[in-house]
């Protein structure tokens, strides 16, 4: 059934959040013989929240553009997606479009793999690079080339459960939680909230389980927040500051022998005992906005304290690239760009899910701004902590892991700090001494 003229794009993105079409089966309906649209291939990986919104606004495009098909395809996240980009790219053969984490781009064989994006096409659509977070854009480029166009950040926040908050006198008059400063500030919420859940302890993070990246995430905003570095410009030299990272592990290590931290749960876990009412604090990404909400959860999120100074936040971004093409239709170039700057200028829709836009006029719209608790959060755009543009990081990459492993003993109480930074150091070893699986030269 046809929608109704008057009907927003928002209640066209509301009312449909729960219906995923063809489209997002990786099922797509092709263009038909003869018909007189221009059909845009678009791979990504979203699922859940985010990829109904995602194919929600794919659907919104359409009907605002009826001369383009976009045919969406929506394949496995992780290691197995970006297998799959770098095979399409490095044959030429690949779609018009994919979706991609911003932290995997400097390891993805760009300009092999991945085509530059054309500055006249992008300069027509009106996306201008002073409508972006700068560093965000920054890292969107390789040795000054353009290769991918920013749609957010999804950074570490805070999650906070407002009647145990409420009840431990952490919220301001604002019902809103007040900001802590310093290692002692965060230690005196931590024990306020403590003490009015019975002993139990208030803050939740992902610590175990095969694969676990929290302790990467949760380190990596601490150590950034000292202005510490982890590998040099080129990414062949360890730069740890031994002294700041230990600073990091040794306040990790403190919540959970204090009892401050739930030392036993993987990533489920931490985040259904947040669910639940089982803690008071999550430290997480934005992402799972969506489903506490539809839970019920009584909860907001605010930027992740500012521990060491900085108020810097682990993050990764979501991009569009061009995986490369031998050659590319105008046409279809054409009508990919329209559809990014669509995708873009209407980042409010995807920011429903909890991601940070990364083009800043969306910031100030009423909007974004109408959305509860999402913008709550939105200045860390500026100050996103991103991973060293090496091959080996990103979402989903062996850095995280590999870090992640050295540190979840550190947060369980089983490992020294100095044990995991040992470890982790170690660690970086084995990668910088692994060969990149995509030559700058193909062959």
């Known amino acids: 059934m046809q929608a109704p003229p008057d009907i927003s794009r928002r209640n066209l993105l509301g009312g449909g959040l729960a219906l995923v079409g063809a489209t997002a089966t990786g099922c797509a309906i092709p263009v038909g013989f003869g018909s007189s649209q221009t059909r845009v291939r678009y791979w990504h990986f979203l699922t859940a929240s985010d990829g109904s919104i995602m194919n929600q606004m794919v659907k919104a495009f359409a009907k605002d553009n009826p001369d383009i098909f976009v045919e969406e395809n929506v394949l496995a996240w992780g290691e197995p997606y970006y297998t799959k980009i770098a095979m399409a790219g490095a044959g030429g053969r690949s779609p018009d479009l994919a979706t991609f984490h911003l932290a995997r781009l400097a390891g993805i064989g760009a300009g092999d ?30 040795d000054g080339v353009l290769y991918a166009i920013p ?29 802590t400063k310093g290692v002692d500030e965060l230690l005196a919420a931590l024990n306020k909230a403590k003490a009015v859940m019975g002993g139990r302890p208030p803050l939740a993070c992902d610590t175990l389980g095969l694969g676990t990246v929290g302790p990467w995430r949760v380190w990596w905003t601490l ?7 982890l590998l040099s410009d080129g990414g062949t030299k360890i730069t740890i500051d031994d002294t700041k990272a230990l600073d990091a592990l040794r306040l990790m290590h403190r919540l959970a022998r204090e009892g401050l931290s739930d030392t036993r749960t ?19 990404g934005d992402w799972e906005t969506t489903g506490l909400k539809e839970r019920g959860t009584p909860f907001s999120i605010t930027r992740f304290p500012s521990v060491f100074g900085g108020w810097s936040a682990q993050a990764d971004c979501h991009a569009f690239v061009l995986p490369h093409q031998r050659s590319r239709d105008p046409e279809v ?51 996103v902590a991103l991973d ?26 089983q490992r020294t700090p100095e044990e ?12 910088l001494s692994a060969p990149n699986p995509f030559p700058e030269e193909e062959g």
């Open 151 to 179: 749609l957010d950040a999804h950074p570490m926040v805070q999650y906070y459960n407002t009647d145990i908050c409420g009840k431990a006198g952490l919220l301001g008059p604002d019902g809103k939680l007040r900001p």
């Open 266 to 284: 993987d990533y489920s876990a931490s985040v259904a005992s947040f669910t639940n009412g089982l803690a008071a604090f999550l430290w997480n």
């Open 223 to 229: 150590y950034s927040q000292t202005g510490g570095t």
């Open 420 to 431: 995991g930074l040992a470890a982790a150091k170690r660690g970086l070893n084995r990668l």
């Open 113 to 142: 793999i991945l085509d530059p994006i054309d500055l006249d096409l992008l300069a027509q659509t009106g996306l201008r690079a002073a409508d972006f977070s700068p560093p965000i854009w920054e890292r969107a480029h390789l």
């Open 333 to 383: 170039e054409r009508a990919t760009y329209r559809f990014i700057a669509s995708l873009v200028r209407h980042s409010a829709d995807w920011a429903v899910a909890g991601h940070v836009p990364a083009y800043l006029p969306t910031l100030q719209e009423p909007e974004y701004l109408a959305l509860q608790p999402q913008s709550e959060y939105r200045s860390v755009v500026t100050d």
């Open 388 to 413: 060293p543009q090496v091959w080996f990081a990103g979402s989903a990459s062996r850095l995280w892991i590999e870090i992640g492993d050295a540190f979840s003993p550190v947060m369980t109480g």
